[in-house]
């Protein structure tokens, strides 16, 4: 048995056109909100992206989308994708690893219970998020999940620090998009 998780075309082709430093984050999230909406508009995923970059220099390392419609694969959610693509691109499982430089992952929404584990497990310091209310699920229909109630603060005793609200509006713009588009909203307990 194998399990190959791949990028869309288009996502390897504007990923190498874009800059190899975005060091303000809301151009890291400018960038992960149109990869977003771009998945949608491609048919290649969900209405989610997510990016890696070094913390404090904003080097881009990767950016990946949400896969599991495509490629059948529940987990593909664009968290796990962009931080399995990272891992295996700079040769460690581990992210927070002393020999190199923080990571910081970049998402155009609150992680799901399954990816706000593998934020903790990947070893990131930073966490960017465009929002983190309940506007996601009411305007797409997915469930996220339970989530603890004190999610940021386990993420920063962890020493992974939080950023909310990063280009909000522009995120919600998406959701409401895919919407409006009818696509296929995958939960699990779904008659779909």
Not at 103 to 130: E, F
Request: glycine share 8%; hydrophobic share 40%.
């Amino acid at each position: 048995m194998d399990l190959s998780i791949s990028l869309p075309d288009w996502a390897i082709q504007e990923q190498n056109k874009l800059p190899e430093f975005l060091p303000r984050v809301e151009d890291q999230m400018r960038e992960v909100i149109r990869f977003s909406q771009w998945n949608i508009d491609h048919q290649t995923g969900g209405p989610f992206a997510a990016g890696i970059f070094e913390r404090h220099s904003g080097k881009r390392i990767m950016l990946g989308v949400n896969r599991v419609v495509p490629l059948g694969i529940s987990s593909a959610h664009a968290e796990i994708v962009t931080l399995s693509m990272a891992q295996r691109l700079l040769g460690s499982w581990n992210l927070g690893d002393t020999s190199m430089p923080e990571m910081q992952l970049v998402v155009n929404w609150r992680p799901c219970a399954m990816c706000y584990g593998a934020v903790i497990w990947s070893g990131v310091r930073s966490l960017v998020i465009a929002g983190s209310d309940d506007a996601c699920e009411s305007i797409t229909g997915f469930d996220e999940g339970p989530i603890h109630p004190q999610w940021k603060e386990e993420l920063i005793r962890r020493g992974i620090s939080v950023q909310d609200n990063v280009l909000y509006e522009q995120a919600i713009e998406v959701f409401k998009r895919f919407r409006d588009a009818g696509y296929l909203v995958y939960n699990g307990r779904s008659k779909e």
